[in-house]
């Protein structure tokens, strides 16, 4: 399970474009976005090094692992 904190998610449009961008590079990906916590969990075989990419590459800079 990989986590990351991402500070700048405040609405239901960032949670969409979240699990966009986390599913573009793992379609299989199992995403929970707790927009509360500002928290993302994701089941994936996918590097982290590519999901934090693709994150930042989204528009969320203020990520953390």
Request: charged share 25%.
């Amino acid at each position: 399970m990989q986590r990351y904190k991402i500070d700048d998610m405040s609405c239901g449009h960032c949670v969409s474009t979240v699990e966009k961008a986390i599913r573009g590079i793992d379609p299989a990906a199992k995403v929970n976005v707790d927009l509360g916590t500002k928290e993302v969990s994701v089941e994936t075989t996918a590097d982290s090094g590519m999901i934090a990419q693709a994150l930042k590459t989204a528009g969320y800079d203020s990520l953390r692992l």
